[in-house]
């Protein structure tokens, strides 16, 4: 048996609360619908965070491969100045 029904909506929420004296204490019975507008918030805000860490994962990977290219320069800067100092050892040791 019911003794009372309350319906309340606020266009997003839609609550229902149903109210019986038949137990001892009363029962009350809230159900309450939402439009699952947060849902499609909470599953776009995830989309969104998913591609920043594959963004900044990508950008890492940019980062590693640039600073490899520029060890490697080096060292090659490093090796053509080893040859132009022995270059210029055997060019010291002609003219003396």
Do not use: H
């Amino acid at each position: 048996m019911v003794d009372r029904v309350v319906e309340r909506t606020d266009g997003t929420t839609s609550e229902r609360v149903t109210e019986t004296a038949s137990a001892p204490a009363g029962t009350v019975v809230i159900e309450r619908r939402g439009s699952g507008a947060g849902l499609l918030i909470g599953l776009a805000i995830l989309i969104l965070v998913v591609v920043g860490a594959l963004y900044l994962v990508n950008q890492n990977n940019r980062e590693n491969v640039k600073a490899d290219a520029i060890s490697e320069a080096a060292k090659d800067v490093g090796g053509a100045a080893k040859d132009v100092g022995g270059a210029a050892k055997d060019a010291a040791k002609k003219i003396e």
